[in-house]
């Protein structure tokens, strides 16, 4: 069946740059010839039926927003075969024949599952803060957060270096340690905690031991949110139990990162991502994401975007502690 209208939703956490995504998809989907409509608050939307027409001037003015408007959240309901049903007959009912998605591994994931059940033609852009999904060398929002991360860092060290302190930072990325790491590396941070190493060794001692203290007055690590690693909170209560000569301070910066106006970067990638998922329906491409490799647009498989098999570069882990020595 051909396809004459796309429908647009926005899943998960937001992250800088969706707006920039839903502006191009809109427009380069409306430049071939197709309809527009926009799903409110993801698919949660298309179960509750909040379904509006999207035209050239719906999108003006937000490239430079952060955010998504067309809003995000949860679904229970979604989660359910009885949801999904619903979902896929407001989706009929309002004429749209396949979908963009816009969102994480979990929003990948749902999108997979309703491709499978409905064999509706569905594209996803990864747009998501952590840089945790397959195919892609990076993720929409990304560069917005670290940018964001890096600005912190920066200020802090002013209060830390003024009251020769132990700083541990929070970041976000659950199963990811790139904003951790990148950031530790792009603001001089002394250490990255990340999840990637906490089962194969103890990295709150291995940092202590190394004496990274030696020649500094104070000193900011960057600890990514997880149980594993504890978080800032467990790394500052170890702190107090363990090294009890250590002056130790968190900062967890939260949903800080999701904010602000997306970098020139993020807005270039959502773009081009957005331009791209046109012109993968266009081609008869289906149940793929729109990733970057090596400066390359490329059609990664929902199955492989989701697989959580992309491998870290651990020895940028040593490279932060050789530049910070």
């Known amino acids: 069946m051909a396809i004459k209208c796309i429908g647009i939703l926005t899943s998960g956490g937001d992250a800088p740059g969706m707006n920039a995504a839903i502006r191009a998809v809109t427009r380069t989907a409306i430049y071939n010839g197709y309809k527009v409509k926009g799903i409110l608050r993801g698919y949660h939307g298309l179960v509750t039926n909040k379904i509006i027409d999207l035209t050239s001037s719906s999108v003006s003015n937000i490239i430079q927003k952060g955010g998504t408007i067309l809003k995000t959240a949860r679904s229970k309901e979604f989660r359910t075969p009885e949801g999904r049903q619903i979902a896929y007959d407001n989706m009929k009912a309002a004429g749209i024949d396949a979908l963009v998605v816009i969102g994480g591994d979990g929003s990948l994931s749902g999108a997979q599952i309703f491709a499978n059940e409905f064999d509706v033609p569905i594209v996803g852009l990864p747009g998501t803060i952590d840089n945790d999904v397959d195919g892609t060398d990076e993720t929409i929002g990304y560069d917005t957060a670290l940018n964001t991360i890096v600005d912190a860092v920066d200020k802090l060290r002013d209060t830390a270096s003024s009251h020769d302190r132990l700083f541990f930072v929070e970041v976000m990325g659950n199963t990811a340690g790139y904003l951790s790491l990148n950031g530790a590396i792009a603001s001089g941070a002394e250490a990255a905690i990340i999840p990637e190493r906490e089962m194969e060794v103890d990295q709150l001692a291995e940092l202590i031991h190394n ?51 997306p970098t020139a970067k993020d807005r270039i990638l959502a773009s081009k991502m957005g331009a791209t998922a046109i012109e993968a329906l266009s081609e008869g491409q289906r149940n793929v994401m729109i990733g970057i490799k090596n400066g390359d647009y490329v059609y990664v498989p929902f199955k492989r975007a989701i697989a959580h098999s992309q491998q870290m570069e651990l020895k940028d882990v040593d490279l932060v502690r050789i530049l910070s020595i």
């Open 211 to 261: 004496g990274f203290r030696k020649s500094k007055s104070s000193a900011i690590v960057l600890v990514a949110e997880n149980k594993a690693t504890g978080g800032a909170m467990g790394m500052a209560e170890r702190i107090k139990k363990e090294f009890p000569d250590f002056d130790a301070r968190v900062t967890i910066l939260g949903h800080l990162q999701r904010g602000g106006s």
